[in-house]
């Protein structure tokens, strides 16, 4: 087994940053040989100033960094280095990799991964589309990554564990300070059906300053970005600069022209982020060589999806509504159909999980 403790001494050197660390290991190859070089090894390597080879070589574990390991044992986490044959190998082609992650549950060397984040505050839209989005890229073996927040990152670790899939969720916190606390089932679900990771100390509280260098891990573990719901000024604009930054493709779902919260993903499509209509508009793009999983149905043959037995009628409904919410009266004067058939057709549709009903007799799609 890796022994950790230099991973966890070189991080804690005071000027010893992101960027700095990799240069370092790219040279030494390992945190316990850099900590051992001589000044004028450690002084080749850009960015080690006198001062900070003086450091190095004087520096010493302090306390906190033992008790922190002791407590990663304690609690059942894991450490993954950037020696370790587990880290993301995506994420080492960032500038500034994290040198080691917390893990919770299993990370695999599959750079199958896509990120899905939108708005914390998404529509019933946004969170369904987000859902649908991600179970379909179960089906196609990929990863969804998100960061486990309210809104589309919950939606999107919950669409990919419905698809029987894996997902990875990256938190802006410690793995001990679960953020927000309601998701500490889903953060138990995704841990046995991938892995929650963090960069952050066990007890990192979910800090302001904590979510952008977050993002960037987000988007450098994955090939690509996808924003579903988003205003202009919305975190998830962040993820989406940073994966073009990182040289990964950008995608976005639109909304409603007239929805204030699909501003943001409006103009990267502007700007040139493909627009997505479903998982194969991201599998096209990236050219994944990857089959999709497949069902057996009740006569053996092999199908991704049910087929749903609709009447004439039913149809007609269902093709009537959209993905915002409908007023009963407006349903009525649409479609010209008796008002109690089509309640009648309103409670099965929704029975069978196709459609939703909002307070105030307001229907949309799922």
Not at 1 to 24: C, Q
Not at 62 to 84: C, N, Q, W, Y
Not at 205 to 227: K, M, Q
Not at 242 to 269: C, D, W, Y
Request: hydrophobic letters at 40%.
């Amino acid at each position: 087994m890796e022994n950790i403790l230099p991973w966890f001494t070189l991080k804690s050197v005071p000027g010893v940053g992101n960027h700095l660390y990799k240069r370092i290991i790219n040279r030494f190859k390992s945190p316990a040989a850099a900590l051992g070089a001589s000044r004028d090894e450690l002084m080749q390597i850009e960015g080690v100033s006198d001062r900070l080879a003086s450091a190095i070589i004087k520096h010493r574990t302090p306390e906190h960094v033992i008790k922190e390991i002791d407590l990663i044992s304690e609690k059942g986490f894991r450490i993954v280095t950037m020696a370790a044959p587990d880290y993301p190998p995506l994420l080492l082609e960032i500038p500034d990799p994290p040198p080691f992650l917390y893990v919770s549950g299993i990370l695999d060397r599959s750079s199958n991964n896509i990120a899905v984040v939108g708005s914390r505050n998404a529509t019933d839209y946004g969170v369904s589309m987000t859902k649908t989005l991600c179970a379909d890229l179960a089906f196609y073996n990929i990863t969804v990554v998100s960061g486990m927040a309210r809104g589309i990152d919950t939606a999107a670790h919950e669409g990919a564990l419905d698809g029987k899939g894996k997902t990875i969720a990256v938190l802006g916190s410690g793995l001990e300070r679960i953020y927000p606390a309601q998701n500490k089932k889903l953060f138990k679900m995704i841990s046995e059906n991938g892995a929650v990771i963090s960069e952050f100390s066990l007890m990192a509280e979910p800090d302001a300053f904590n979510f952008p260098a977050r993002n960037r891990i987000i988007s450098g573990i994955s090939l690509g970005t996808v924003v579903v719901e988003a205003t202009k000024q919305s975190g998830s604009l962040i993820t989406a600069r940073l994966a073009a930054e990182q040289n990964r493709e950008v995608f976005a779902v639109p909304g409603s022209i007239r929805s204030f919260k699909s501003t943001g993903t409006h103009t990267l499509i502007k700007q040139g982020a493909k627009l997505v209509e479903n998982a194969k508009d991201i599998v096209d793009e990236l050219l994944f060589s990857i089959r999709p999983k497949e069902d057996i149905n009740e006569q053996g043959e092999k199908c991704l999806h049910r087929n749903l037995f609709l009447s004439e009628e039913d149809s007609l409904v269902l093709k009537a509504l959209g993905p915002y919410p409908v007023h009963i009266d407006d349903l009525i004067r649409k479609i010209k159909m008796e008002p109690g058939k089509i309640m009648s057709i309103l409670l099965k549709l929704e029975l069978q999980d196709l459609i939703k009903q909002s307070p105030g007799k307001l229907f949309n799609l799922t």
